[in-house]
């Protein structure tokens, strides 16, 4: 066995539930506060014992069902029976604060002229829409995009309002995600969500990996 295998083996972690072994960022860790009560560590940053989950809703829901975190911790702990929503909340939170920061950045334009504009310069990666937007909205969106080449994968995880507060507008119905580092971090973050919450396909992953790693790409470049 060589070093880096090794060295593989030794950073892999096991989930509670599933037992089954795979890398830090395919599993969530949750960590034991003071006072008894289950917390996760999104970041992988907060001091103690971590105790680590398979990445999905379904799989947290069963560690909290089967008191699966008392067993890993060895110890009697506080775990809230929403702890699957509560991850989905903080996950949701963590990408509307980077699709903030990607604003400000100009990497985010909002508006169906704004969208269409950049779409015609060929910078966007990535469309955005709300969960409640209307679907016909959407598709004329889609049929702008297509004309100018631009056949990009789509993001909807979040509703107008949450859209509309992290991008500081009124109505944020649909947004285009322009190249570049904090845009590609906001796209990696949907990812993450996408898959916990409902863990897709290969080929529906594939589309948003192409992209994320050309995003990437130009923004090295």
Sequence with gaps: ??????????SERTCIVTRTKGAPET???????PDGAVVPDLRHKL???GVWVTADAATVAKAVKRKAFARGFKA????????AADVADLMRRDCLNSLSLAKKAGQVVAGFA?????????????????????????????????RAGADVPEINLFTEAQLSLALGGANVVHAALARGALAANFMSQCRRLD??????SVEAVEPIES?????VDESIG
């Design 195 to 200: 898959l916990y919450l409902s863990p897709p």
């Design 114 to 146: 704004k969208i269409g504009a950049a779409a015609q310069d060929g910078s966007v990666a990535a469309l955005i829409n709300a969960t409640d937007a209307a679907q016909d909205g959407t598709r004329k969106l889609r049929q702008v995009l297509r």
């Design 47 to 49: 001091p103690g014992r």
């Design 211 to 215: 992209a994320l790693s050309a995003t």
């Design 1 to 10: 066995m060589d070093r880096q295998t090794k060295a593989e083996l030794a």
């Design 76 to 83: 009697e702990v506080r775990v809230a029976e929403s702890l």
């Design 27 to 33: 599993l969530l860790r949750f960590v034991c506060a």
